[in-house]
Each structure stands twice: as structure tokens, then as C-alpha cells.
């Protein structure tokens, strides 16, 4: 009998669309630079639309070519909508330092994000749909 020693892993993924905001290189004391952005994800009726916000590290290659041009469009005030795919979903709790909630707890939804399906730019299409692989 031949055992299979790799690991194998569960995915929780999260597909979605949103407006990427916060776009931002990285540099940690330690370890290597990478790109974070907040996406905010659009979800509930289209006439009461609600926002649920995730910062995201940046793990996909072809995300990681596209951000800093996402970066330049973002900070020049531009709307960035697109279509994605996260993984590895955690909270991450918090307390309000200052504003009408300071002291009060809130969580942080922290994820990766894997790629773009698609990117919209001021309602132009900036990236062509993903296809799935089946």
C-alpha cells in the first residue's frame, strides 16, 4: 500500500464584485514587499445596494501585474469596479481609535485575492472576462 504524503487542502472561496480602493505597496521590517487593496464588495437588492469591505493581500500573478496600474487609476480619483475571487477569509478585531464609534470593537475582513474576472474603469472595460477553466 503506497500513502500519499502531500497536503491537501479545503479552499473557501469568495466570488464576487466590488470597487477596489486603498491600493498600496507594502514593505514590512521583515520579509518581502507586497500589493494590498480594499475591495468593496456590492451585495443585497440593486435599489438598496449594501457594501461589505475586505483588505486584501494581493496573491494572484496576474493580479500583481494589474494592481499598480490600479493604483495610478485609484489615486487619480477614477471608479475601479470589478469582478474577483477571494480565499482564506479571517476576521481580524479591532476598537475604534476616534469618531463617533471610538472605543467600540469592529472586525476587519482580511483575504487574498487570487484574480479579476473583469475590471471596469469609469464604466469602460479595462480588462476582458476571465474564462473558468471546467
Not at 476576521?91 to 471610538?102: E, I, K, R, S
Not at 472586525?107 to 464604466?123: A, Y
Amino acid at each position: 500500500m503506497s500513502y500519499d504524503n502531500k497536503t491537501k487542502y479545503f479552499d473557501l472561496h469568495l466570488n464576487g464584485i466590488g470597487y477596489v480602493n486603498k491600493v498600496r505597496e507594502v514593505t514590512p521590517e521583515q520579509g518581502s514587499p507586497f500589493w494590498s487593496v480594499e475591495l468593496a464588495a456590492l451585495h443585497g437588492p440593486a435599489d438598496k445596494v449594501r457594501h461589505t469591505y475586505f483588505d486584501c493581500i494581493v496573491a494572484g500573478e496576474e493580479a500583481k501585474d494589474l494592481v499598480p496600474q490600479l493604483q495610478f487609476l485609484v489615486e487619480a480619483g477614477a471608479r475601479v469596479l470589478a469582478g474577483f475571487l477571494l480565499s482564506d477569509l479571517k476576521p481580524a478585531p479591532f476598537l475604534y481609535n476616534q469618531g463617533q464609534h471610538a472605543g467600540e470593537p469592529g472586525v476587519r475582513l482580511k483575504t487574498r485575492l487570487l484574480r479579476f474576472d473583469w475590471i471596469k474603469v469609469d464604466g469602460q472595460p479595462f480588462l476582458k472576462p476571465h474564462k473558468a477553466a471546467s
